[in-house]
């Protein structure tokens, strides 16, 4: 089973910065099942980015991805109040998802 | 627009099943695949397994091969997951998700309200 790796663990910015996460897998996934979702809390995970680079309808272009292989990274290029969440990769691999265990950007 | 509308929260003992059902409007149901995840209190996301609307075929998390069920009713446009056997363990929100293809990519771009299970003795 594939194993996604997400750091950091939490990342505390301000509203205007930048927020850079990594999404590392155990093993060669290319780029086409790769996907990352935002959740706040209590809320559903939203789709934001899918085929490692490709923003999902409606997703603000302030969030990119970029990656292939085993090294995955969604950019936040200017953080809005709404941005503070947390973000989970996921991957396809051999009929079965995987998610990444998340990353929660914070209010600093 | 498309919307998923699950079933309300659901208390259950240890041994019993829950059955959730996610009823999903806006798109033409049987064209696309129906995927469940759960998280389990300030845990994060699990995937669960998916099933194809168009023929039935589903696919599960290994973990769960055995204890789940996944269906769905073309006629109500709805899904359902079933799990058997409950343990303290499967407390949890559970989501359901569509599942979508943008070729060759797959995705889930629209998700459920949640249903909280919680299974307390």
């Known amino acids: 089973e594939i194993v996604l790796t997400q750091s950091p663990g939490t990342l505390s910015l301000s509203p205007g910065e930048r927020a850079t996460l990594s999404c590392r897998a155990s093993?060669?996934?290319?780029?086409?099942?790769l996907a990352w979702y935002q959740q706040t809390p209590g809320q559903a995970p939203r789709l934001l980015i899918y085929?490692?680079?490709s923003r999902a309808t409606g997703i603000p272009d302030r969030f990119s991805g970029s990656g292939s292989g085993t090294a995955f990274t969604l950019t936040i290029s200017r953080l809005e109040p709404e941005d503070f969440a947390v973000y989970y990769c996921?991957?396809?691999?051999?009929?079965?998802?995987?998610f990444g265990q998340g990353t929660k950007v914070e209010i600093k | 627009q498309v919307q998923l509308v699950q079933s309300g929260a659901e208390v259950k003992k240890p041994g019993a099943s829950v059955t959730v059902s996610c009823k999903a409007s806006?798109?033409?149901?049987?064209?696309?695949?129906i995927s469940w995840v759960r998280q389990a209190p300030g845990q994060g996301l699990e995937w669960m397994g998916w099933?194809?609307?168009?023929?039935?075929?589903?696919n599960y998390a290994e973990k769960l091969r055995g204890r789940i069920t996944m269906t769905t009713a073309t006629s109500t446009s709805t899904a359902y997951m079933e799990l058997r056997s409950l343990r303290s363990d499967d407390t949890a929100v559970y989501f359901c998700?569509?599942?979508?293809?943008?070729?060759?990519?797959?995705?889930?771009?629209?998700w459920g309200q949640g249903t909280p299970v919680t299974v307390s003795s």
């Open positions: 998700a569509r599942y979508s293809r943008v070729e060759p990519a797959a995705m889930f771009d629209s």
């Open positions: 093993q060669n996934i290319g780029s086409t099942y």
């Open positions: 085929a490692a680079s």
């Open positions: 099933i194809s609307a168009k023929n039935g075929y589903a």
């Open positions: 996921q991957q396809y691999d051999s009929s079965s998802w995987t």
């Open positions: 806006g798109y033409t149901f049987s064209t696309y695949g």
